[in-house]
């Protein structure tokens, strides 16, 4: 991992045994149903990937790209869609795949833009969450795991673009960003 780790956070091991577990309860939840998983680009690539593949129910992939007006690793929350979806969502069963969920202002924008198209039903699956951050709350009915309020990389999660591919989650040496 070189030096610029300051440590792992979560395995690859422990969001493998994760991500089971959530599609587990995904398959029993969408039974019979015909899902839409829909990412949010660029971080929730790898959630997207390996939980597609860990469910058995049938599913479309769609993705979305929104950008967060603000400063450096803030969140404002007046958001810009970069990419939307290809799909027309109305009467679909959607499932919103986050890499993270930290103020939440993103999302709670994402689910109010997405709510209005009509969707059957509108969930969120969410690998990492940060409780402490939190500035607005959403229901979100499938976290893998409850985290610090740090700034991690890896997993499809970045710094200033590097580390997306790492396949665990870490926290960043302060040297990295200036500390
Ligand atoms: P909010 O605050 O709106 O965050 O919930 C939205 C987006 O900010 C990014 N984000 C992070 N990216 N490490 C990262 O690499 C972090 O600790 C982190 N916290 C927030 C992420 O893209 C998220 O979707
Ligand atoms: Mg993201």
Same mark, same amino acid.
């Given at each position: 991992?070189?030096?610029?780790l300051k440590s792992?956070?979560?395995?690859?091991?422990?969001?493998?045994?994760?991500?089971?577990?959530?599609?587990?309860?995904?398959?029993?939840?969408?039974?019979?149903?015909?899902?839409?998983?829909?990412?949010?680009?660029?971080?929730?690539? =790898?959630?997207?990937?390996?939980?597609?593949?860990?469910?058995?129910?049938?599913?479309?992939?769609?993705? =979305?790209?929104?950008?967060?007006?603000?400063?450096?690793?803030?969140?404002?929350?007046?958001?810009?869609?970069?990419?939307?979806?290809?799909?027309?969502?109305?009467?679909?069963?959607?499932?919103?795949?986050?890499?993270?969920?930290?103020?939440?202002?993103?999302?709670?924008?994402?689910?109010?833009?997405? +709510?209005?198209? +009509?969707?059957?039903?509108?969930?969120?699956?969410?690998?990492?969450?940060?409780?402490?951050?939190?500035?607005?709350?959403?229901?979100?009915?499938?976290?893998?795991?409850?985290?610090?309020?740090?700034?991690?990389?890896?997993?499809?999660?970045?710094?200033?673009?590097?580390?997306?591919?790492?396949?665990?989650? +870490?926290?960043?040496?302060?040297?990295?960003?200036? +500390?």
């Open positions: 991992m070189g030096n610029d792992v956070l979560i395995t690859k091991e422990e969001i493998d045994a994760k991500l089971a577990e959530l599609a587990g309860r995904i398959d029993r939840d969408y039974q019979g149903r015909d899902l839409l998983i829909v990412g949010v680009l660029k971080g929730a690539v =790898m959630v997207m990937a390996d939980l597609a593949r860990a469910v058995s129910t049938p599913v479309t992939m769609d993705w =979305m790209a929104v950008s967060s007006y603000g400063s450096g690793t803030r969140s404002s929350g007046v958001v810009r869609i970069l990419k939307d979806l290809d799909t027309d969502i109305a009467g679909r069963h959607v499932l919103v795949v986050e890499d993270i969920i930290d103020s939440g202002l993103t999302l709670s924008w994402l689910l109010t833009n997405l +709510g209005s198209r +009509g969707p059957a039903s509108l969930a969120v699956c969410t690998l990492l969450r940060k409780p402490e951050a939190a500035q607005v709350d959403i229901d979100v009915a499938y976290v893998g795991f409850d985290i610090p309020n740090e700034f991690v990389v890896g997993y499809g999660l970045d710094f200033a673009e590097k580390y997306r591919n790492l396949p665990f989650v +870490g926290t960043l040496a302060p040297h990295v960003y200036g +500390g």
